[in-house]
């Protein structure tokens, strides 16, 4: 293929830059990866999709001479696009585990999120930008939502202006993007922002193409509530993969042959909500407990698939653990991630795992680092790790000797009782753990996870709302984003669990799975409310 259809990608194996290729393709490019830094040099224009912490990344580029190569390619003003990592290394240092020296082309210290302000860290999610009138290949953004994910960020100031490009709000006032010339960097994930981000990644493309709206005066907007679709997937009878959903976490149907409820085929369910507007996508293999995963090759053929036209965030879920097959092999929960990491998802989900890592570290008091939670943390970062929680009520007459945090309920029990607290499950609800749901959320934040996914096992599949005590309780125990799951049935339910807790985003499945209703009328409703969302 001639130079001209080629984008250079510079990726060190540090994390999944699938989607990125996947995008760059997806607008008729082909890939040449970076081996040497000439290739650098040589290239008629480059993607650095920096992944990874900081520090492991400036080693690798300083190592094998790619750090000078950057320099002297962005020196000479070659067409650059640098996302998240690939912003914050072009500044002179960074405070994630460091102090720890950057490329030092722009004057600036990336430092963290301040989650004391009340802001929920990582950044994670949909937000707007105030974009500068010179900012070309924003110039589609306007105050269209983008996706964004990180812990640490710039600040603007006097001496890197001429660069700063776009900010955004959360907190702080912080650089989404800079610009001189040809270097563009943004701190977002166009390749994860739907339409829009795909506008940002046409147009370093095809520069110069139809550049003739100015952009819209982008005015500083909160971070979006986010509506996710999940997929629980797992092998019917007939050993199709297929997606299906519960009553109370129960997927099989009332009939004589008892067969697993069949709601769909997974691709072409993630892409159908993708088109209908969901802000991100969850896959969970809810019999991974009980089967390998990674014997479970079509799981891994639906991520490939779906993550070739899916530009929003993916999560996967089921099964990452420690596991020895039927040869005697042993697979650690990190190869298990990085597979699914490797296979386009961009976070991954843990539930039993986390369960006993927590109760491990609550019962000695000690970070092992060797919990699967803690692993893929440290080597994907935390915004790379969701633990799902499959709690169910328990329902107490009084508050006395019981050694889990203890909530008064807003609905009384069955026998009028007016206390309850939530005890933790594993194995897709089968087992119930000494561990609350509260304890355990405190326990994982502290282990890294960065988000939590808070599903209910009494309100899985009802349709009756979200379990508003039990959000509220766990959304104000953690500063990390908490995702609200179990029992939406209709559109009031979505608006109900964000204003009345501090929930990060509504997951929701049979409601979609059975097209009750479209996302777009959530959506809608939501902005109705005066709830900001991505539309
Ligand atoms: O324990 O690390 O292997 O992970 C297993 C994963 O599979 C966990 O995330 C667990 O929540 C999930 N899971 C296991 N069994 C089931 C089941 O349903 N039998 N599904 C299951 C969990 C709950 C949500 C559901 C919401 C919304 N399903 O995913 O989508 O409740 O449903 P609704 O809107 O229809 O009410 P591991």
């Not at 950057?102 to 949909?126: Q, T």
């Not at 139809?210 to 050993?239: F, H, M, Q, S």
């Not at 009939?255 to 969850?282: F, I």
């Not at 329902?395 to 029990?413: A, H, L, Q």
């Amino acid at each position: 293929s001639s130079g001209d259809s080629v984008v250079t990608l510079l990726d060190y194996g540090a994390g999944n830059v699938r989607s990125v290729r996947n995008a760059i393709k997806h607008l008729g490019f082909d890939i040449k990866d970076v081996q040497t830094p000439e290739d650098i040099l040589n290239a008629n224009r480059l993607i650095f999709p920096g992944v990874g912490a900081f520090a492991a990344a400036m080693d690798v580029l300083n190592k094998n001479g790619m750090a000078e190569a950057l320099c002297t390619y962005i020196g000479k003003d070659r067409p650059f696009l640098g996302i998240c990592l690939g912003l914050q290394l072009l500044f002179e240092s960074s405070e994630e585990n460091g102090p720890v020296k950057g490329l030092e082309l722009i004057p600036g210290v990336v430092g963290r999120f301040d989650s004391s302000s009340g802001f929920r860290v990582p950044h994670i999610g949909w937000n707007a930008l105030e974009v500068a009138s010179d900012s070309d290949i924003l110039d589609d953004i306007g105050n269209q939502h983008v996706y964004f994910v990180h812990s640490y960020r710039a600040l603007p100031s006097d001496d890197n202006k001429d660069w700063v490009s776009s900010t955004c709000n959360y907190g702080d006032k912080f650089i989404a993007s800079v610009r001189r010339g040809n270097v563009h960097a943004v701190q977002f994930h166009p390749e994860k922002s739907a339409d829009v981000g795909i506008s940002v990644l046409r147009r370093f493309l095809y520069p110069k193409s139809n550049i003739t709206k100015k952009p819209d005066e982008g005015k500083a907007t909160k971070l979006a509530k986010r509506v996710i679709a999940c997929l629980d997937v797992r092998t019917n009878d007939k050993g199709d993969l297929v997606v299906t959903k519960g009553d109370q976490y129960d997927v099989r149907e009332h009939t004589k042959g008892n067969e697993v409820r069949n709601l769909g085929k997974p691709v072409e369910l993630a892409g159908q909500y993708y088109k209908d507007g969901a802000d991100e996508v969850t896959f969970l293999n809810i019999t991974g407990f009980r089967d390998f995963p990674l014997g479970d090759l079509p799981m891994l053929q639906v991520l490939r698939y779906t993550s070739e036209n899916v530009f929003v965030p993916l999560t996967v879920g089921g099964g990452i653990r420690d596991f020895t097959d039927s040869n005697g092999r042993h697979y650690s929960s990190l190869e298990v991630a990085s597979e699914y990491f490797r296979s386009g998802a961009d976070k991954i989900s843990i539930g039993s795992d986390a369960v006993y890592a927590a109760e491990e570290y609550l019962r000695t008091g000690v970070k092992t680092g060797k919990s699967s939670l803690e692993q893929v943390s440290r080597v994907y970062g935390n915004q790379a790790v969701v633990v799902s929680i499959d709690p169910r009520r328990v329902y107490i007459k009084d508050t006395i000797d019981v050694e889990f945090k203890v909530i008064r309920v807003s609905n009384p029990g069955p026998n009028g009782e007016e206390y309850a607290w939530y005890q933790c499950t594993v194995n897709g609800g089968r087992e119930g753990r000494p561990i609350g749901a509260y304890e355990l959320a405190v326990a994982v934040e502290e282990l890294g996870a960065g988000e939590i996914l808070l599903n209910c096992i009494d309100c899985d599949g009802q349709g009756k709302g979200f379990d508003i005590d039990l959000i509220k309780l766990i959304s104000d125990a953690v500063s990390i984003p908490v995702i609200a799951s179990s029992g939406a049935g209709a559109v009031e339910h979505f608006s109900e669990v964000l204003k009345k807790t501090n929930a990060s985003a509504a997951l929701a499945a049979g409601i979609f799975h059975r097209k009750e209703v479209p996302i777009q009328c959530v959506k809608e409703h939501l902005l109705k409310e005066e709830i900001e969302v991505r539309i």
